[in-house]
């Protein structure tokens, strides 16, 4: 199979590797500058950021701990069912860490703005968000996310993680489907 276009089922390509790698590139400096004499932990949010945050992590000049968390507030088709439950929880305890949450995308924004508040209530010192996509929705829920990789308009994507029913994670650009796919 054509890793770069799905065997034919991409309509669009929004992002190419080469877009994502050039932006984490400048997020990761960042990072690096606003850390700077400061332990810092990764948590990535399973399964969408794996991608994420293993090109994230190693523009980092710093050896850094990864924890993960999976959280459902989706399920296997395109809409939010605005519902957060917790799959699996972080291995650590992050009492007064500095805690960075590694996401794919913020849509809503719902399943970010629960669970910064559930790791604060945990007592980090800070939780900051770094996210490889944003929509506009993103902005009716009063989330602040420092990191943005990309602004995207309203539309269901895949590939670099992100799935459709749990398909097309490992595409390597970020792009949206060929309407046959959902069966239209
Ligand atoms: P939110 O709670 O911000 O609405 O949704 C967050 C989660 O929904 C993301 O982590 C992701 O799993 C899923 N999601 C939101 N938009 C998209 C999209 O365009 N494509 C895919 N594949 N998943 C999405
Ligand atoms: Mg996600
Ligand atoms: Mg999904």
Redesign the pocket.
């Known amino acids: 199979m054509d890793v770069t276009d799905m065997g034919g089922k991409l309509q669009q390509v929004l992002l190419t590797e080469e877009q994502i790698g050039r932006r984490l590139d400048e997020m990761a400096a960042q990072i690096d500058a606003d850390y700077e004499g400061r332990d810092l932990l990764l948590v990535g ?1 399973l399964k ?1 950021a794996v991608y994420a945050m293993a090109d994230l992590s190693r523009r980092l000049h710093r050896s850094v701990p990864m924890d993960w968390m999976a959280v459902s ?2 399920g296997s088709g ?1 809409r ?1 069912s605005g519902v957060v439950r917790i799959l699996k929880d972080l291995d650590s305890d992050i009492t007064g860490r500095d805690v960075l949450i590694v ?10 703005s629960w669970l910064v508040g559930n790791l604060s209530s945990r007592g980090a010192s800070s939780v900051e968000i770094a996210s490889v996509l944003r ?1 506009p929705g ?1 902005a009716k829920v009063e989330v602040g996310v420092k990191y943005v990789g990309f602004d995207i308009p309203t ?4 590939g670099y993680g ?3 029913a749990e398909n097309y994670r490992n595409l390597s650009v970020i792009g949206t489907l060929r309407p046959e796919v959902y069966g239209a």
């Open positions: 949010v969408g507030s989706y395109t939010s996401e794919d995308i913020i849509d809503s924004g719902l399943t970010l929509k993103a539309e269901f994507v895949v992100l799935d459709y």
